[in-house]
T-cell receptor
Framework: GENVEQHPSTLSVQEGDSAVIKCTYS??????FPWYKQELGKRPQLIID?????GEKKDQRIAVTLNKTAKHFSLHITETQPEDSAVYFC?????????????FGGGTRLMVKP | GAGVSQTPSNKVTEKGKYVELRCDPI?????LYWYRQSLGQGPEFLIY????????DSGLPNDRFFAVRPEGSVSTLKIQRTERGDSAVYLC???????????????FGAGSRLTVL
């Protein structure tokens, strides 16, 4: 089955700096890679996703890049703000799995210091 | 409804007891997923429903865990003879179709925090 590794487990940045979170996956058949943000005690919320037919996607301060050959993808947050502080999870989905279910990484706790 | 609703939000029980956790997905979503999230970890897949049927239950840890979705909408996760190791947040998510080529964006509920004493 799919295995997703995520690094770093914690990341502390100064407000205004950039943050990068990296994930690797094992199943070359995976073709959908979402990122979720989870604030303390709240539900995971989708912030951006990318499908395997593109290498990069951007939405305002957030961007995701995908390298299918190397089987890794990254989340980039620019001009970080204190409200970006949360736990971020990457995930991968293999379409051959029933329901296209997601396999999650272990999470990255991002702390943005004002 | 407007979002995925889960009840109860918190459940404290004693070892050996039976618990039920309920999920009400977004109206019209045919795909429903249960995940378990332990402290400091990512969600782990438990079971997936397409309509009324469990299409993939490969994530259920053992036969103490069971889930149903009798009318293709609300789902109940049932845990028998609870153990302390079952303590976690149980997350439910739904999506429109569950198909990789379609709009299979998962929307999560707020979760049910289960504590087994």
């Amino acid at each position: 089955g799919e295995n997703v590794e995520q690094h770093p487990s914690t990341l502390s940045v100064q407000e205004g700096d950039s943050a990068v979170i990296k994930c690797t996956y094992s199943d070359s058949a995976s073709n959908y890679f979402p990122w979720y943000k989870q604030e303390l005690g709240k539900r995971p919320q989708l912030i951006i996703d990318i499908r395997s037919n593109v290498g990069e996607k951007k939405d305002q301060r957030i961007a995701v890049t995908l390298n299918k050959t190397a089987k890794h993808f990254s989340l980039h947050i620019t001009e970080t703000q204190p409200e970006d502080s949360a736990v971020y999870f990457c995930a991968a989905a293999d379409p051959s799995n029933a329901g296209n279910m997601l396999t999650f990484g272990g999470g990255t706790r991002l702390m943005v210091k004002p | 409804g407007a979002g995925v609703s889960q009840t109860p939000s918190n459940k404290v029980t004693e070892k050996g007891k039976y618990v039920e956790l309920r999920c009400d997905p977004i109206s019209g979503h045919t795909a429903l997923y249960w995940y378990r999230q332990s402290l400091g970890q990512g969600p782990e897949f438990l079971i997936y429903f397409q309509g009324t049927g469990a299409a993939d239950d490969s994530g259920l840890p053992n036969d103490r865990f069971f889930a149903v979705r009798p009318e293709g909408s609300v789902s109940t996760l049932k845990i028998q003879r609870t153990e302390r190791g079952d303590s976690a947040v149980y997350l439910c998510a739904s999506s429109l179709t569950g198909q990789s080529s379609g709009a299979n964006v998962l929307t999560f509920g707020a979760g049910s925090r289960l504590t087994v004493l």
